[in-house]
């Protein structure tokens, strides 16, 4: 009898080991990067919200300030990751909005700040960059793209920092808002190794993809530039209809996407390995603003919508 006992909670145990391996999620978000803290304080707060990963800028993402990088901190920062099971390489870096690389009166500019950040990002021990393609302000869409392979083969040389080009949701000018966009991109750069590919869920749905049908997407986005490219999903409901392309992100499940149709993007078996950040809005009150994520994710590891978020940020933070 003490045998079978053995037997069955070894079976039971193995089990719950293959289900957690099964649907272990790379999830987390966006945080800060500041001065004092640095990559330390970075960590620390994705630990916080129960994240295993993490995006931030290293500087403002409207201005061209940069501090210097602080190698105690990073060495710091990378013990802190290592103990509480977060992989350096699932880390993201996002570039600062400023770049716009299809706009040509901004070459120069363009082509040296984003050398700089991927310098620094280096520096920090991280291989990820997302970059938004840009937006080309009137000289259409295919000059634009020829503009953004022009500076991306001048900055990606000598380096071994993979930049993801965002999917865009095509409000204004933008450029990268369908997957065949991203492609003539792709197929214009030289250092193909170096190139990837961000997949924004409020993007895509906003720019006319249904969401609702995800592995319908994937299809779409591998025949047409390969699932092997997608090395990043920023997991975001919206505010909008789809197609509607104006990116206004919205909180998990509080949006036109809806809870179960991110449910299932984020567990979808084929993208199982890719890292997935959260950028929805902070929750506000009258006296401040406060991040969703901690229970975002909770909300996404129990699969179970959480009707009182609001309440529930506002009433952990103050």
């Known amino acids: 009898m003490a045998f079978f006992c053995i037997i069955f909670i070894y079976f039971f145990c193995c089990c719950i080991i293959y289900l957690e391996m099964r649907y272990y999620m790379i999830i987390g978000s966006h945080v800060s990067f500041n001065k004092n803290e640095q990559l330390v304080g970075s960590v620390r707060e994705s630990i916080s919200y129960g994240a295993n990963t993490f995006m931030f800028y290293t500087g403002a993402p409207q201005n061209t300030r940069r501090l210097p990088i602080d190698s105690s901190l990073t060495r710091e920062a990378f013990s802190l990751m290592k103990e509480n099971g977060i992989d350096f390489n699932n880390v993201i870096v996002h570039a600062p909005y400023i770049v716009n690389l299809a706009n040509e009166k901004n ?29 080309h302000v009137g000289i259409g869409s295919d000059k634009a793209i020829e503009n953004i392979v022009y500076c991306l083969n001048k900055v990606l040389v000598d380096t071994n920092v ?46 006319g993809y249904d969401v609702s049908d995800f592995d319908s997407v994937l299809s779409e986005f591998d025949n047409i530039i390969g699932l092997d490219k997608l090395l990043c999903i920023h997991i975001n409901d919206s505010k909008n209809v789809i197609g509607a392309h104006k990116d206004r992100h919205e909180n998990i499940g509080y949006g036109y996407i809806g809870f179960d149709n991110m449910i299932n993007i984020i567990y979808n078996e084929r993208v ?26 909770e909300m996404i590891k129990n699969k179970k919508f959480n009707d009182n978020l609001y309440n529930d940020v506002i009433d952990y933070y103050k």
């Open 107 to 135: 070459f120069d500019f363009s082509i040296s700040f984003l050398r700089e950040e991927l310098k620094r990002v280096e520096e920090l021990g991280f291989d990820k960059v997302v970059l938004h393609p840009g937006s």
């Open 162 to 207: 993979k930049v993801l080009l965002e999917t865009m949701a095509g409000k204004g000018t933008e450029v990268g808002i369908n997957f065949s966009e991203i492609r003539k991109i792709i197929d214009g750069i030289d250092n193909k190794a170096n190139i990837g590919v961000c997949l924004d869920t409020c993007h895509i749905h906003d720019a």
């Open 272 to 297: 199982k390995d890719v890292p997935k950040i959260l950028e929805t809005p902070y929750v506000k009150d009258d006296s401040g603003s406060y991040p969703p994520y901690k229970f975002e994710i």
